[in-house]
């Protein structure tokens, strides 16, 4: 079976490394253009959720990351936990107490046992959780590595312009190359995939959530989990440059634009990040502003639409899910089921 992956960030590279597993020949399409995956903070977590059914499949997601790095032990990703005091008092209770609720493994830590995970932080307070199986991915090297191991072929630079279809079946994609046959396709193009989609009449509505990303200059060995602070997210990239989010809470980021300047981000951001890591001055080495691919209602579409054949695979926590949408949307393309339990409320049809 031939199939055309539209999209090489950690979404497309989960989808073409499970359909390569499954025997599938597979050729990957990107234009090189807007890549969440690049600017994604990577953090690994159900923690943040929307609802019950959504933080399962997040859980579901973490799980699917097990079993992949069982399979491939050498990827870029590290589940060293979450340290988490965003809030205090009932804050914190409620927070803990729903999420135990859920069954999810959450620790209510004091400063001292805090400090022992993380002997470098000032400033913390009294109470803290930890999320003891959150982790990180390097999403874009993931990607890559991912992309290598599929065995899938790579059409980089092109853009794809529409979806071709004949008798109700997708039959391939146009591109500014010129048609590219194919049996099955597979739209992973995050913001580019609602114009893709409209040339066969598929409707995609997609929300504008910028984020912006501020990393230091590299300092090693101050962090090990992610922190989650209620200025902001943290943690240490391999390269020893600590990342940090411009926004409180940036999964939930709602705003559709970024007023600040990118020099008084970089500036506001050192001015938590300084207190809370001891026995250095921090500076800012770059801000990076990107754009999050979120559907209307802030949930992953996932699933078959539109004419036979045709699947897409759009969301935000793509870094989280990407294993498990790797894994779902490459069963359902084989011909395999198992996910529709899971997929139930992220069909792509509820827009149509
Ligand atoms: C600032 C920021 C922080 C984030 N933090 C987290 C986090 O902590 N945890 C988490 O789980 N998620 C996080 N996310 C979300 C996550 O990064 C994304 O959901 C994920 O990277 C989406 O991956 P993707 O492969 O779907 O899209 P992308 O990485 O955007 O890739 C899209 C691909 O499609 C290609 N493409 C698009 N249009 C066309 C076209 N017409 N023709 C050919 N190719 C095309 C592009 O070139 C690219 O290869 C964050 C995102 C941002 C922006």
């Known amino acids: 079976m031939k199939v055309i992956v539209v999209g090489a960030g950690i979404i497309g590279a ?11 020949e597979v050729t990957v399409i990107t234009d090189n253009s807007a890549n969440a995956t690049e600017a994604s903070f990577g953090w690994i977590n159900a923690s943040f959720y929307a609802d019950d059914a959504h933080h399962r499949l997040r859980v579901e997601g973490m799980a699917a990351y097990v079993r992949l790095t069982d399979a491939q032990p050498n990827l870029p990703i590290q589940m060293n936990g979450a340290l988490w005091w965003e809030e ?6 409620k927070m803990r107490a729903a999420l135990l609720a859920l069954g999810y493994p959450v620790e209510n830590i004091g400063r001292l046992a805090a400090l022992e995970r993380e002997p470098e932080l000032r400033d913390l307070p009294d109470e803290l959780l930890l999320f003891p199986s959150e982790g990180v991915a390097e999403a874009g090297a993931l990607a890559a590595a991912l992309l290598a191991a599929s065995g899938a072929r790579l059409v980089s630079g092109v853009r794809v312009n529409g979806i071709v279809e004949k008798a109700g079946a997708v039959c ?7 048609f590219m046959a194919a049996d099955k396709v597979i739209v992973a193009a995050g913001n580019g995939a609602p114009d893709m989609l409209a040339s066969v009449d598929v409707a995609l509505p997609m929300l504008v959530r910028p984020g912006a990303m501020v990393t230091t200059r590299p300092i090693m060995g101050k962090i090990r989990s992610v922190l989650v602070t209620p200025d902001g997210e943290a943690r240490q990239l391999p390269d020893g440059r600590i990342m940090a989010s411009a926004a409180a809470n940036h999964q939930g980021d709602s705003a559709d634009e970024v007023y600040e300047k990118a020099d008084e981000i970089g500036e506001r951001v050192l001015g938590w990040l300084n207190p809370m890591i001891a026995g250095t001055t921090l500076e800012w080495d770059s801000v990076s502003l990107a754009y999050r691919p979120v559907p209307q209602d802030g949930l992953p579409a996932i699933g078959h639409v539109g004419p036979l054949g045709l699947h897409v695979a759009v969301m935000h926590s793509g870094v989280t899910l990407a294993a498990i949408t790797g894994e779902a949307v490459a069963a359902e393309v084989l011909g395999q089921g198992g996910f529709d339990a899971l997929l139930a409320p992220y069909r792509p049809s509820r827009f149509q």
């Not at 205090?88 to 209770?93: F, K, R, V, W």
Request: charged share 10%; aromatic share 4%; hydrophobic share 30%.
């Open 14 to 24: 989960s989808i073409a490394y499970n359909l390569g597993r499954g025997g599938a």
């Open 88 to 93: 205090q008092g009932s804050g914190l209770s």
């Open 172 to 178: 391939g994609v146009e591109t500014q190359m010129g």
